[in-house]
């Protein structure tokens, strides 16, 4: 089992950045194959923004974030961290982090495929 806790999460203007960090307790870090963060606008579907795969650490980005959102690792301490700069209106939401041990070959942003989530962390960009 993996449990999944994010932090980080606030209250920004447009323009600005926000950190959020998601800290994975339980099975060793190394047993999952794959971090992502999806958000889920209010009153809309959850949508994937990133993923990295732990072990070779490449990283996927949804095409509204790349060049502004970078998804990393530390290891050592079984966090995923997710730095969002330029901040729009529109990423305002839930952040929700999630982890998968298995199914490791789907497609990064495919969210069925993954068995762990976090309670999700608040950011709200005002214009």
């Known amino acids: 089992q993996v449990q999944l806790a994010e932090s980080g999460g606030g209250s920004v203007q447009t323009g600005g950045s926000v950190r959020l960090s998601c800290a994975a307790h339980?099975?060793?870090?190394?047993?999952?194959?794959?971090m992502a963060w999806f958000h889920q606008p209010p009153g809309k579907e959850r949508e994937a923004v990133a993923g990295i795969y732990t072990s070779v650490e490449h990283t996927y980005y949804a095409d509204p974030m790349k060049g502004r959102f970078t998804i990393s690792q530390d290891i050592a301490n079984s966090t995923v961290f997710l730095e969002m700069k330029n901040l729009k209106p529109e990423d305002t939401g839930m952040y929700f982090c999630?982890?998968?041990?298995?199914?490791?070959?789907?497609?990064?942003?495919?969210?069925?495929?993954?068995?762990?989530w976090g309670q999700g962390t608040q950011v709200t960009v005002s214009s």
């Open positions: 999630a982890a998968r041990t298995t199914d490791c070959w789907f497609t990064w942003s495919t969210e069925s495929a993954y068995k762990y």
């Open positions: 339980g099975q060793s870090y190394h047993t999952i194959c794959m």
